[in-house]
């Protein structure tokens, strides 16, 4: 499927890790396997560490950080902000939606969209597609896509094929209207 999309441009990117690193090697007495044999499992993997939320993090204190950021040093004022989206497989709560969530503790204006979406892999491009539609509205300019995960607490220690490939992470992408054509697509 093809979609095309004129006169849209990412206005920036930014990434947020947690500070907690874990090494391959600190995890092997989780798995049923020789420590030879999963060191192979390490070499097929192909990396040494990955980074894990800290015992009470949740997906949103990764988002309001990484916004407060911007906010702070100038890179994004929050009444620009028209729509904000937050992707993720583990929102804080069902009930109420982590994006308001996100709109209520950095006190952005109460008049914009927010929508959270329930998605793994695909997850991104789910929003970004739905961030590019909503820039067709009139009224919306800029639309924040936050895609965040924190799976710590939800993958078994023992779980050799999840757990190595956990990784907390937000991806915070910028995206407003342009005046010249740009296509996506």
Same mark, same amino acid.
């Given at each position: 499927?093809?979609?095309?999309?004129?006169?849209?441009?990412?206005?920036?990117?930014?990434?947020?890790?947690?500070?907690?690193?874990?090494?391959?090697?600190?995890?092997?007495?989780?798995?049923?396997?020789?420590?030879?044999?999963?060191?192979?499992?390490?070499?097929?993997?192909?990396?040494?560490?990955?980074?894990?939320?800290?015992?009470?993090?949740?997906?949103?204190?990764?988002?309001?950080?990484?916004?407060?950021?911007?906010?702070?040093?100038?890179?994004?004022?929050?009444?620009?902000?028209?729509?904000?989206?937050?992707?993720?497989?583990?929102?804080?709560?069902?009930?109420?939606?982590?994006?308001?969530?996100?709109?209520?503790?950095?006190?952005?204006?109460?008049?914009?969209?927010?929508? @959270?979406?329930?998605?793994?892999?695909?997850?991104? !491009?789910?929003? =970004? /597609?739905?961030? &590019?539609? %909503?820039?067709?509205?009139?009224?919306?300019?800029?639309?924040?896509?936050?895609?965040?995960?924190?799976?710590?607490?939800?993958?078994? @220690?023992?779980?050799?094929?999840?757990?190595?490939? !956990?990784?907390? =992470? /937000?991806?915070? &992408?910028? %995206?407003?209207?342009?005046?010249?054509?740009?296509?996506?697509?």
């Amino acid at each position: 499927m093809d979609f095309y999309f004129e006169h849209k441009r990412i206005s920036g990117i930014l990434t947020v890790l947690p500070k907690r690193v874990v090494t391959f090697e600190e995890e092997i007495a989780n798995y049923n396997f020789s420590p030879a044999r999963t060191m192979k499992l390490k070499v097929a993997m192909g990396y040494k560490e990955h980074r894990v939320a800290a015992e009470g993090q949740c997906s949103s204190d990764f988002c309001v950080y990484g916004l407060q950021y911007l906010f702070d040093n100038n890179l994004l004022r929050k009444e620009d902000i028209d729509a904000l989206i937050f992707v993720s497989q583990t929102p804080d709560y069902f009930m109420p939606p982590t994006c308001n969530l996100i709109q209520g503790r950095l006190e952005l204006k109460q008049d914009m969209v927010c929508l @959270d979406i329930n998605q793994g892999c695909a997850g991104f !491009e789910i929003g =970004l /597609l739905q961030a &590019l539609m %909503l820039l067709d509205q009139p009224s919306i300019n800029k639309v924040v896509l936050l895609n965040a995960d924190v799976l710590s607490p939800k993958v078994s @220690d023992q779980d050799r094929n999840s757990k190595p490939l !956990e990784v907390t =992470l /937000l991806l915070l &992408l910028s %995206l407003r209207k342009r005046r010249k054509s740009h296509r996506f697509g």
